[in-house]
């Protein structure tokens, strides 16, 4: 391709790793990103950030990405981003005077704190580049699972019983007079109020589990949320867009037992992601709507994932959002879109063309 066409290429910042517990995922996500981004459109500027939170400009290989070996200074140079509203730019820190790439849209390929929190999109936002995905206060919303609750009930729509707790220090017979206290009781479920990929979730089924299981979540997060367990299946919508939204096919996951933890998210040793789901037409159509109403309850825009759980009498109930979902091949924000007819490669195209359109 010549320099007048490569010249015309948009220039897309992509973030990927993090000091978060969700490193490893974001880096198979960016690579799944990397090999299916248009090329004919679009220049990947890549920036990796180590687990202790270094910044690099990276211009190694994607399968490097994958096997967590890009740290090597041959293909790494620090960089910072420039806070200056109008510059939209990197800042490569090699010599006396930093060298400029310019920037013309950010797609953060981050999961959990410190990337899909809101903290990377408010720094984004305060340089005025324009951002694919959820901005700094949906981001925040949707990864604060207490708070999500809290305002897609006051949507109308149904959310699991709850009850948040900040003391790691509570005994056994403590906790289980504030779950009585609360109307709840096993088997429940105890999760780190922000976090994601199912780290530090336990499903409780006797009071003896309760405290190991919620030890564990304060690994993970200085809150934990108590709470009920849904009978049913859980059921998902990927859905992209800010003004006009798109939505794809409804799945849903099977379980062997227990309940989709981190193993089963990325192996499927003993369930099934079925997508379509197995559910009437009506009932997708019901899901779908109620989807799209959490998505905007919660100020979503560019794309998320929207998690419910479907229950034997076929009522909806809220689990929680993802505003940046697995983005491998086998991922299931991708997956849904392609069962409504959209490649990888178009959802990224719509993805990125939406956040240009909307800033």
């Known amino acids: 391709m010549n320099t007048t066409m490569q010249s015309k290429k948009l220039r897309v910042l992509v973030f990927f790793g993090g000091c978060s517990s969700e490193y490893g995922v974001s880096l198979s996500s ?14 990947p500027v890549t920036v990796g950030i180590t687990q202790e939170g270094k910044w690099y400009y990276y211009t190694g290989s994607t399968e ?16 910072v981003l420039s806070p200056n509203r ?18 013309d849209i950010a797609l953060p390929v981050l999961h959990g704190k410190n990337g899909e929190d809101g903290t990377l999109q408010g720094l984004l936002e305060l340089a005025g580049i324009p951002l694919a995905g959820c901005g700094t206060l949906a981001s925040a919303l949707c990864m604060d699972k207490d708070r999500a609750h809290r305002l897609v009930s006051l949507a109308g729509i149904r959310v699991p019983r ?29 999760k780190p109020v922000k976090a994601g990929s199912s780290y530090g979730v336990t ?37 992209l867009g800010s003004r006009e939204l798109t939505i794809g096919e409804v799945d849903e996951i ?29 009932k997708a159509k019901e899901v779908k709507d109620t989807a799209a109403r959490i998505y905007r309850a919660l100020g979503c825009s560019g794309f998320a994932r929207v998690d419910m759980f479907l ?13 940046i979902p697995g983005f491998t091949a086998h991922s299931r924000y991708p997956g849904m879109m392609k069962a409504a007819g959209y490649s990888f490669n178009e959802v990224l195209t719509m993805i990125l063309e939406d956040a240009l359109c909307s800033h």
């Not at 960016?30 to 220049?43: F, I, S, W």
């Not at 009850?163 to 906790?175: A, N, R």
């Not at 229950?311 to 505003?323: D, R, S, Y």
């Open 311 to 323: 229950t034997p009498a076929g009522e909806i109930v809220f689990n929680e959002v993802n505003t």
């Open 64 to 79: 490097e990405i994958l096997s967590d070996t890009w740290q090597d200074e041959k293909f790494c140079i620090p960089c």
């Open 254 to 282: 099977q379980l062997a037992g227990g309940f989709f933890d981190f193993t089963e998210k990325y192996t499927l040793k003993t369930s099934s992601i079925h997508v379509p789901a197995r559910i009437s037409p009506e």
């Open 162 to 190: 709850s009850l948040v707790l900040d003391s790691p220090s509570l005994t056994e017979d403590e906790l289980m007079r504030e779950i009585s206290y609360q109307g709840l009781s096993c088997p429940l479920y105890v």
């Open 86 to 103: 109008g510059e939209r730019c990197l800042l490569l820190l090699k010599g006396a005077d930093p060298e400029r790439i310019s920037i």
């Open 30 to 43: 960016a690579a799944g990103v990397l090999l299916h981004l248009d090329r004919e459109q679009y220049q």
């Open 203 to 239: 499903k409780v089924n006797t009071p003896d589990e309760l405290r190991d299981a919620y030890l564990l979540s304060f690994q993970y997060d200085n809150q934990v949320i108590l709470e009920e367990n849904i009978e049913g299946f859980e059921v998902g919508c990927a859905v």
